[in-house]
């Protein structure tokens, strides 16, 4: 019973400082749209030049899909790994400020905290990409109903892993300091190895098997094959690149082992708090 | 008894922070825990309220031993830390409200429990606004009600008012000793301000991680006879030796002074000025303070401000 009121108070808590946050929820939506329109136009156009040499706005030639349409869920996955890590290290600041020692001494169970914390966390991100979802029909992508449904369900799974991901790194840190090492050296990189920005196919061997090692290479695959449907996907999977790298079961085994693993391993390590 | 604490031990990388510290405080007692910064007190407090596990030792609040029933501990104890412990950006509210669901506060208790809460310590005007734009004292004093929210059986409070100004601080002990009369509370409180102890009923008096005295205020002064005298003279160590051939007393030199105990130091100055033999510049009589217990039994004032290397390390095991 303590448990569940630990964890539902802390998840809340997360929510609202989410929702009373206008800079962060500004900045969450901003980022993703110089991303998906600066970028995406850019690069699409330059690409689609390059490709039919001249005619047409096709990224893939005979496919029908061009590049605003291939990046978009790329950047639905980034910005849930941005905001889901960021969620965690959150528990860096509260320890900095003081809060964390408010939880810490009430009288809940220490994995309840985790457990809210990456329920929390991941809610948010989720919010994130629900919201990026409406930009759908700007990108003239069609979504219907049933594939909203798995998006929102894929879209929690990857969160929910993410932000363990986090609280892992997070439960050691002890200071915000370390959060600029943590960009460098995870979660650029995992973010360029995705599959967000490019098709994986034809890559050297050295960067195929750091691809694999990427979760969210799995957590894209996922999105973007959803999101693109099955007519699309067949095409495009015939004609060149591999849309989808692996079969959509395959991706969510995968990032439903990685997200268990990882809560169970930051329960573990926040419980060694002191 | 309330608290019990036996032999308690912190080690942080060989580093000994409490060396087997042990003592007792009956229901609805002010206790106070007086030492200079470092001493232990922090890392004691966080001992006792399940926040930091104990090398060796255990300690029992409220019939709960902290190590084997830290849940029930925490449900019978209330925290004001150090350094702020508030969530800044949400509400004086909000924040009364986490606590209040964290603790399990059944539902229609808790609004009737934060307005009571609030209206003592004079917040209720400002409840609906964030937390950052309080002042010091003002989040002091938010963290005190939210400590008392849960109905603790013990309130810790953790140097309750570093940092304040004077006017907070004597605010902050108003508050503190109404308290004690209008709730059936025991208060555990660490200072390093010697007059704010006396508020106490008893003191444990702690240096370099061991209790080197523990009683009533009162007794702890009367370990020294009757009244403190301090001098400071032209030739202070030829007038500490003259002191112990001539009077058969023994001074302690600081900041430039020296200052002893004697038993009527009304009627002993004037017999000091003619007989000493070495020019007195000033002369102060006063009669005995927490301070002077401080300093008869470590031989340094308690806020004597000379950091050594081993102070700094201790500091920054602390802030940990």
């Known amino acids: ?274 | 008894m309330i608290i019990e604490a036996r032999e308690l031990v912190k080690e942080f990388n060989g580093l000994r922070a409490v060396k087997g510290v042990s003592f007792s405080v009956n229901e609805e007692e002010i206790f106070g825990f007086l030492g200079p910064n470092g001493a232990g007190k922090t890392t004691t407090i966080n001992m006792l309220c399940t926040l930091l596990k104990p090398t060796s030792g255990t300690a029992i609040l409220n019939g709960y031993d902290v190590i084997k029933k830290p849940n029930e501990v925490r449900r019978s104890i209330g925290l004001v830390f150090q350094d702020p412990s508030l969530d800044e950006r949400l509400t004086a509210k909000d924040n009364l409200n986490f606590h209040a669901l964290i603790y399990g506060i059944p539902k229609r208790e808790r609004k009737r429990r934060i307005a009571e809460v609030l209206e003592m310590v004079e917040l209720a005007d400002r409840q609906n606004d964030i937390v950052r734009t309080f002042s010091g004292g003002m989040k002091r004093r938010l963290e005190i009600a939210r400590g008392l929210l849960h109905y603790p059986k013990i309130l810790f409070l953790d140097e309750p008012t570093l940092g304040l100004d004077p006017q907070t601080r004597s605010r902050i002990w108003e508050y503190i000793k109404d308290l004690r009369k209008k709730e059936k509370i025991t208060i555990f409180l660490t200072t390093h301000y010697m007059d704010e102890a006396e508020v106490c009923d008893r003191i444990a008096i702690i240096d370099y991680g061991k209790i080197i005295a523990l009683n009533t205020p009162k007794k702890l002064k009367k370990q020294i006879g009757g009244s403190v005298v301090t001098i400071t003279t032209a030739r202070n160590e030829l007038a500490k030796k003259l002191l112990k051939e001539r009077f058969s007393l023994e001074a302690i030199e600081t900041n430039n002074s020296l200052r002893f105990e004697v038993k009527e130091g009304e009627k002993f100055i004037p017999q000091l000025v003619k007989r000493l033999g070495v020019e007195i510049l000033s002369v102060e009589l006063h009669l005995p303070t927490l301070d002077d217990v401080f300093l008869k039994l470590t031989g340094r004032a308690i806020r004597e401000e000379t950091v050594s290397k081993r102070e700094l390390m201790r500091k920054h095991w602390r802030r940990r």
């Not at chain 1, 997070?170 to 995870?186: C, D, H, P, T």
């Open chain 1, 1 to 274: 019973m303590a448990g569940l009121v630990g964890i539902y108070t802390i998840w809340y808590r997360e929510l609202k400082r989410f929702l009373l946050d206008r800079a962060r929820i500004i900045g969450s939506f901003s980022q993703p749209i110089l991303w998906l329109f600066l970028l995406g136009t850019g690069m699409g156009s330059g690409l689609a030049k390059v490709f039919s040499r001249g005619g047409g706005t096709e990224m893939f030639p005979g496919t029908g899909i061009d590049y605003l349409e291939f990046l978009y869920p790329g950047i639905i996955g980034m910005s849930i790994l941005m905001t889901s890590i960021f969620s965690a290290i959150s528990i860096v600041w509260d320890r900095e400020f003081g809060f964390l020692k408010e939880v810490l001494v009430a009288p809940i169970p220490r994995y309840s905290i985790t457990i809210g914390k990456a329920l929390g966390g991941s809610s948010v991100s989720l919010l994130q990409g629900v919201i990026l979802l409406l930009f759908a029909p700007l990108i003239k992508v069609n979504l219907s109903f049933l594939s909203v449904i798995k998006l929102i369900l894929i879209m929690f799974l990857v969160s929910f892993s993410l932000t363990s991901l986090g609280i892992v790194i997070a439960a050691r840190m002890k200071s915000m300091e370390g959060f600029q090492v943590i960009m460098n050296f995870l979660m650029m990189p995992m973010f360029f190895l995705s599959g967000a920005m490019f098709p994986l196919s034809g890559l050297p061997e050295w960067m195929e098997k750091l691809v694999k090692l990427d979760p969210l290479t799995y957590g894209i695959d996922a999105i973007r094959s959803t999101i693109l449907g099955a007519h699309k996907i067949e095409v495009a999977g015939k004609v060149l690149f591999q849309i989808p790298t692996y079969p959509l079961s395959y991706d969510i085994t995968i990032i439903a082992f990685f997200g268990a693993i990882m809560i169970i391993l930051a329960v573990v390590q926040f419980n060694r708090v002191e």
